[in-house]
């Protein structure tokens, strides 16, 4: 019974540990300095503005 224990442990540390790099924040949307805000697009780790 306490192997059982342990192990879900171990299992449930792994699921955690290997989830958490995953969520990450959304970027905010790209505003200027009169408010105007931009769609954008992401290619690879570049973001682009998107045309409408």
């Known amino acids: ?3 059982f224990i342990r192990v879900s442990f171990h299992l449930f540390l792994v699921l955690i ?3 958490l790099p ?3 924040k959304e ?3 790209p505003v ?3 408010g105007n805000s931009y769609n954008t697009v992401v ?3 570049q973001k682009w503005q ?3």
């Open 22 to 24: 995953g969520c990450k």
């Open 17 to 19: 540990i290997g989830l």
């Open 32 to 34: 200027d300095g009169d």
């Open 43 to 45: 290619i690879g780790t």
């Open 50 to 52: 998107r045309k409408i």
């Open 27 to 29: 970027d905010p949307v």
């Open 1 to 3: 019974m306490m192997w």
